[in-house]
């Protein structure tokens, strides 16, 4: 298949948006199918094997600079279409925006649509107003009937577009995303620690992702410093990587608890230099807030197989009646969203109790080797797109 994949991505702190880009179209390369990727011209520097690439120059979130990405992309699609046809046209997030499910129809290519987040959620955050609401929702709508596939990184998400868009279940593919397992393979702790001037005595909490609303980092913080008043675990440490939306309330309530010299902030951190941290640590945390939870019925991130896949035992916050609650229960400990006592409980069980974080260590990174690797993941993929493309 020649495949071209639109990629309008936020380039967030742990580069999440781009990780799993990046990983699907090179895998799918790699498979042997031909895939152009069209992303913002700050990522120019990246080279991914296999796939051809085009950098959109005007980009931007909202407004006007968001417009002309579009505006820009579907003009070099275009030209490409001409000189050798497309059999697919991919977008990644980017379910609220007309011109390219309109552009599939006058081409008589398929349309996949790739929905990682809630929009009408967000723009409820943004204070947007309900006639924005209900404009965005329409545009969703036509977006979604145009589509000939939608892929949905969890099930939350995929029941929300089969019950409130009405989408055919056959048409949507939940693609819980992946891990790469060399980058987080488990290795030696203390020449990881040295390497980055990490504290050599005392465990380690790592939080790695963006500073954003949908991660409850204000519970995280309030848990850790109840785990400080525990006197066998006085020594921790609580590693937060990355930046974002939230910094200055992070750092401030950093301060404000009193845990200025126990809490590491290191800022933003390439990808593809996270392997060390995470060898650095002893438990991994996803603190998710309640309504992302719900939204997604359960808490599978990308964070998650990444923490399993370096061995990570987790503390990630659910809810029973998930489709999550109990994998969480099997490979880490779940905790109730916005409790710190119980979040504190969770870790400082996980910290003192070296037996059950090597249990869950084995236990986890087995589980992503064998079923969230991200070659199965783009075989999945892969699977969803031959199909269209077969039907139509």
Same mark, same amino acid.
């Given at each position: 298949m020649n495949i071209a994949y639109i990629a309008f991505v936020e380039l967030d702190v742990a580069n999440a948006c781009v990780v799993h880009a990046r990983e699907i179209s090179e895998a799918l390369a790699l498979a042997g199918h031909d895939v152009t990727i069209f992303l913002p011209k700050p990522l120019a520097s990246q080279k991914w094997e296999k796939v051809k690439q085009v950098w959109i120059r005007l980009w931007g979130f909202g407004g006007i600079k968001e417009i002309l990405f579009h505006i820009e992309c579907l003009f070099k699609m275009i030209m490409l279409h001409r000189n050798k046809r497309f059999d697919l046209i991919y977008l990644r997030d980017m379910e609220n925006n007309g011109i390219f499910p309109t552009v599939a129809k006058l081409l008589s290519v398929p349309l996949v649509i790739e929905v990682n987040g809630w929009g009408i959620d967000y723009m409820k955050m943004a204070g947007a107003s309900i006639s924005q609401i209900e404009k965005f929702r329409k545009r969703q709508q036509s977006d979604f009937?145009?589509?000939?596939?939608?892929?949905?990184?969890?099930?939350?998400?995929?029941?929300?577009?089969?019950?409130?868009?009405?989408?055919? @279940?056959?048409?949507?593919?939940?693609?819980?995303?992946? +891990?790469?397992?060399? $980058?987080?393979?488990? !290795?030696? *702790?203390?020449?990881?620690?040295?390497?980055?001037?990490?504290?050599?005595?005392?465990?380690?909490?790592?939080?790695?992702?963006?500073?954003?609303?949908?991660?409850?980092?204000?519970?995280?913080?309030?848990?850790?410093? @109840?785990?400080?008043?525990?006197?066998?675990?006085?020594? +921790?440490?609580?590693? $937060?990587?990355?930046? !974002?939306? *939230?910094?200055?309330?992070?750092?401030?309530?950093?301060?404000?608890?009193?845990?200025?010299?126990?809490?590491?902030?290191?800022?933003?951190?390439?990808?593809?230099?996270?392997?060390?941290?995470?060898?650095?640590?002893?438990?991994?945390?996803?603190?998710?807030?309640?309504?992302?939870?719900?939204?997604?019925?359960?808490?599978?991130?990308?964070?998650?197989?990444?923490?399993?896949?370096?061995?990570?035992?987790?503390v990630s916050t659910d809810i029973p009646g998930t489709e999550t609650y109990q994998f969480i229960n099997e490979y880490g400990i779940p905790v109730q969203p916005g409790n710190p006592d119980e979040m504190a409980h969770a870790i400082i069980t996980l910290l003192e109790d070296e037996t059950l974080r090597s249990t869950l260590s084995t236990r986890s990174r087995d589980y992503v080797l064998q079923n969230r690797t991200w070659t199965k993941a783009a075989m999945e993929t892969e699977k969803l797109l031959v199909n269209l493309a077969r039907k139509k």
């Open positions: 009937e145009t589509a000939s596939g939608i892929i949905a990184s969890t099930p939350g998400i995929a029941a929300d577009i089969i019950r409130e868009y009405h989408v055919d @279940k056959e048409n949507v593919l939940i693609q819980e995303l992946g +891990a790469n397992v060399e $980058l987080f393979k488990p !290795g030696d *702790q203390k020449a990881s620690r040295r390497a980055l001037e990490l504290p050599q005595d005392g465990k380690i909490i790592l939080f790695a992702g963006s500073f954003a609303p949908n991660h409850d980092l204000s519970t995280l913080l309030r848990a850790f410093k @109840k785990v400080l008043a525990d006197k066998k675990d006085a020594d +921790a440490t609580l590693l $937060l990587i990355g930046s !974002g939306q *939230q910094s200055g309330q992070v750092k401030r309530t950093v301060t404000e608890l009193g845990l200025t010299n126990h809490v590491l902030l290191p800022g933003a951190i390439d990808y593809d230099k996270l392997g060390p941290w995470f060898k650095a640590a002893d438990i991994g945390v996803n603190p998710l807030t309640m309504q992302n939870i719900k939204r997604r019925n359960g808490c599978m991130t990308l964070k998650l197989w990444d923490y399993m896949a370096g061995g990570l035992p987790v």
